[in-house]
T-cell receptor
């Protein structure tokens, strides 16, 4: 089925470890996004890529890096994980540069940093 | 700056009750407004949208009207079902790179 695929679904890290969250979409969407979801705070934008070859910071970029590897793939890297990065991470994509087409979300990665 | 505020949850209703989830926004210019729904263990799905003032978005029995005068986009449904139990997010876009700004979410629980 067409959509957004995130891996892994669950991950436990120790403080200071690094990891990369993978995201791929097969809908030929131009724009891709990484959000984190925390209780009572909704979803907050970490980084986004309006088109292949571009990336920009969102609301909460500190402690993260991203790579838009090609049109399909947009990865999120935690270089040195901290307990404050315990969260559920969602990748999303959209057609063109407008949210009016609607986002397609992945099913999320639940990350725990101990 | 741009922001979205939703009523706090959880909201607990009996089946066939009327639902209202309040959403107000702060934004410059003329944002587009959205409701997304998140079922347990899943990502968010677009429920409905409105892109200009006085537009009404509707889907699956849910409705919301874009009220610029009150900067609101309240979600309503006339008769909820157990299957509507989920978390509902109001969001806005100023079309700056297609970014969405989300409210904090409102959990809805519908009891048989």
């Amino acid at each position: 089925n067409a959509g957004v695929t995130q891996t892994p679904k669950f991950q436990v890290l120790k403080t200071g470890q690094s990891m990369t969250l993978q995201c791929a979409q097969d809908m030929n969407h131009n724009s891709m996004y990484w959000y984190r979801q925390d209780p009572g705070m909704g979803l907050r934008l970490i980084y986004y890529s309006a088109s292949e070859g571009t990336t920009d910071k969102g609301e909460v970029p500190n402690g993260y890096n991203v790579s838009r590897l090609n049109k399909r793939e947009f990865s999120l890297r935690l270089e040195s994980a901290a307990p404050s990065q315990t969260s559920v991470y969602f990748c999303a994509s959209s057609e063109g540069g407008s949210a009016n087409y609607g986002y397609t979300f992945g099913s999320g990665t639940r990350l725990t940093v101990v | 700056g741009n922001s979205v505020t939703q009523m706090e949850g959880p909201v607990t209703l009996s089946e066939e009750a009327f639902l209202t989830i309040n959403c107000t926004y702060t934004a410059t210019g003329y944002p587009s407004l959205f409701w997304y729904v998140q079922y347990p263990g899943e990502g968010l799905q677009l429920l409905l949208k409105a892109t200009k003032a006085d537009d009404k978005g509707s889907n699956k029995g849910f409705e919301a009207t874009y009220r610029k005068e009150t900067t609101s986009f309240h979600l309503e449904k006339g008769s909820v079902q157990v299957s509507d139990s989920a978390v509902y997010f109001c969001a806005l876009s100023r079309n700056q790179g297609g970014k969405l700004i989300f409210g904090q979410g409102t959990e809805l629980s519908v009891k048989p």
